[in-house]
Nanobody, 120 residues
Framework: QVQLAESGGGLVQPGGSPRLTCTAS????????MAWYRQAPGKERESVAQ???????KYVDSVKDRFTISRDNAKNTLYLQMNKLKPEDTAVYYC??????????????WGQGTLVTVSS
């Protein structure tokens, strides 16, 4: 299997620019698409940004031009650079990966989450 571990959360002032990191371990050769999700208090979990194994990216409209997702396959690491943070960005951020475990078999893996609180 694959294990995902996030880091980089914490208390951030509005307008801040923290970077989240997700480090993968285990059968990392199975990893295809990776993504960051977030869940704000009282809300459903939503996809924030995703990146394919080829580097193609997609973002939810609310973070376009503020967040950048990237990955370093040599280091088995996923990043989320967050800029111009707003209080509404407060949420638990989760790292997500899709594993190709067989020719037609895919499995989703989640990290434990890291809390980002945007407040002055």
């Amino acid at each position: 299997q694959v294990q995902l571990a996030e880091s980089g959360g914490g208390l951030v002032q509005p307008g801040g620019s923290p970077r989240l990191t997700c480090t993968a371990s285990g059968r990392v050769f199975q990893i295809t698409t990776m993504a960051w999700y977030r869940q704000a208090p009282g809300k459903e979990r939503e996809s924030v940004a995703q990146i394919s194994s080829d580097g193609d990216t997609k973002y939810v409209d609310s973070v376009k031009d503020r967040f950048t997702i990237s990955r370093d396959n040599a280091k088995n690491t996923l990043y989320l650079q967050m800029n111009k943070l707003k209080p509404e960005d407060t949420a638990v951020y989760y790292c997500h990966a899709v594993l190709q475990v067989s020719i037609e078999g895919k499995v989703e893996v989640w990290g434990q989450g890291t809390l980002v609180t945007v407040s002055s």
